[in-house]
C-alpha cells in the first residue's frame, strides 16, 4: 500500500503507484479528465505524476 498526502492535506492510498498515480490525477484534475483525450497524452500526464511519487517517495 502507497499513501501521499495532497497539498490540501487529503491522504491517498492506492495498492501501486500507478494507480496511486491515477488517483493522484483524479484528485488534482477531477474525475473524467482523460475523457476525450488521446493515449498518448494520458500516458504522458501519468508519467508526469508518477515521477512526482518517485521524486516524494525518496525523500
Known sequence: MV???TAD???INAETEVLLASRLAD???GT???DGISPFDEHTILGE???????F???
Open 3 to 5: 499513501t501521499i498526502e
Open 9 to 11: 492535506g487529503k491522504q
Open 27 to 29: 484528485h488534482e484534475l
Open 32 to 34: 473524467g479528465w482523460d
Open 49 to 55: 505524476y508518477l515521477d512526482y511519487i518517485a521524486e
Open 57 to 59: 517517495s525518496s525523500k
